[in-house]
């Protein structure tokens, strides 16, 4: 059984500007699209280690050159393998849907934190129109995978102090458009300016009332919704339900299960050794945050990277690193 999952952009440029993105004016984030050049056998490395591959975290996959490349390569290396695009959707043209559609793509998230024009406006540094692009560019999208069950289309949403309030709106969206589900996750610390203010807490009473006036929302039309809490009953249904999503329902569970018991036991975190990263050198870390290089995903052999994720994670098991002192895992 495949016991990681692993995230990497395709793209690592993005053409949003949103407020709590802690990458797009680091002049230390790589910018580029990831080459062709080796990409199909890291794909086919990858799907020997990970359950489920995430195509994108920090950028906008879809500014790719050759998206219909890479696509082609996710489809024949990845055909088992749960995949997840996360975009933004301003780009998902008539072109681009095609694309998507015939990808072989489990999931697409399309990351809407507002249905409010202006509100989504000055959160994603957009014009005035691009709200009703995205809205319109993913109901085509629906539209157009007809009767197919895959990709399953979920809208994906940062819960802060001022998203709280429309939350219970984009979940409205979603019904309306025929998506499969939201997942609404929390905002994670990114020290930009003004963002501290934007954190709200998961035991806070508006929390909890706008959360589940989504939860009742989506409900309401059989959605599926992915809560952000971290354990607890909500969690177990949310974990539950979300396996009808997954083209590895047995592998997702298990994963699902060996993050909480890690949660309990957060030695050094429950990401390590299980929640990999791929840089765009094609470099393998054991943890989110890129530490702990196991390996070249486009050059070595499988089983080997599959034994260094092993000792590795013993290894910080015994010694955390020096990152691990200041990352928010540690703490969850
Ligand atoms: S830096 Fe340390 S605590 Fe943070 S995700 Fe990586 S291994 Fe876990």
């Keep these: 059984m495949r016991a990681c999952e692993v995230h990497f952009d395709l793209d690592t440029r993005c053409n949003y500007r949103c407020v709590y993105c802690p990458n797009f004016d680091s002049p230390d984030a790589p910018k580029g699209p990831l080459s062709l050049a080796g990409f199909g056998r890291a794909m086919a490395c990858l799907s020997r280690i990970c359950w489920h591959v995430f195509l994108s975290c920090a950028g906008e996959p879809l500014l790719h050159p050759d998206l219909r490349d890479m696509l082609a390569s996710v489809h024949k290396r990845l055909g088992h393998t749960d995949t997840t695009l996360v975009t933004n959707g301003y780009l998902l043209d008539h072109a681009r849907r095609d694309l998507v559609l015939s990808s072989g793509l489990s999931r697409l998230l399309v990351s809407i934190d507002s249905v409010d024009p202006e509100r989504y406006r000055s959160l994603c540094g957009t014009g005035p129109d691009a709200l009703a692009r995205v809205t319109s560019n993913v109901e085509r999208l629906i539209q157009e995978r007809g009767r197919r069950r895959w990709p399953k289309v979920t809208v994906a949403a940062i819960a802060m102090r001022s998203t709280?309030?429309?939350?219970?709106?984009?979940?409205?969206?979603?019904?309306?458009?025929?998506?499969?589900?939201?997942?609404?996750?929390?905002?994670?610390?990114?020290?930009?300016?003004?963002?501290?203010?934007?954190?709200?807490?998961?035991?806070?009473?508006?929390?909890?009332?706008?959360?589940?006036?989504?939860?009742?929302?989506?409900?309401?039309?059989?959605l599926h919704f992915d809560c952000p809490s971290d354990s607890g009953r909500a969690k177990a249904r949310s974990v539950l339900a979300g396996a009808a999503l997954m083209r590895n329902p047995v592998e997702y569970l298990v994963f699902s299960a060996r993050m909480f018991l890690r949660s309990r036991r957060p030695r050094p975190c429950r990401m390590a050794g299980l929640s990999l990263t791929m840089l765009p050198d094609y470099s393998l870390h054991l943890c989110p945050q890129s530490v702990g290089a196991v390996g070249d995903a486009s050059a070595d052999p499988a089983p080997l990277l599959a034994a260094r994720i092993r000792a590795g994670t013993r290894a910080l098991r015994r010694q955390a690193a020096t990152e691990c002192r200041e990352c928010r895992f540690r703490t969850l």
Aim: net charge positive.
């Design 164 to 222: 709280l309030p429309g939350l219970a709106a984009v979940a409205q969206w979603a019904c309306d458009a025929g998506l499969d589900g939201m997942r609404v996750q929390w905002l994670a610390p990114c020290g930009r300016p003004g963002m501290g203010a934007e954190v709200v807490g998961g035991d806070s009473p508006e929390t909890r009332d706008a959360l589940r006036r989504v939860r009742q929302t989506l409900r309401s039309r059989g």
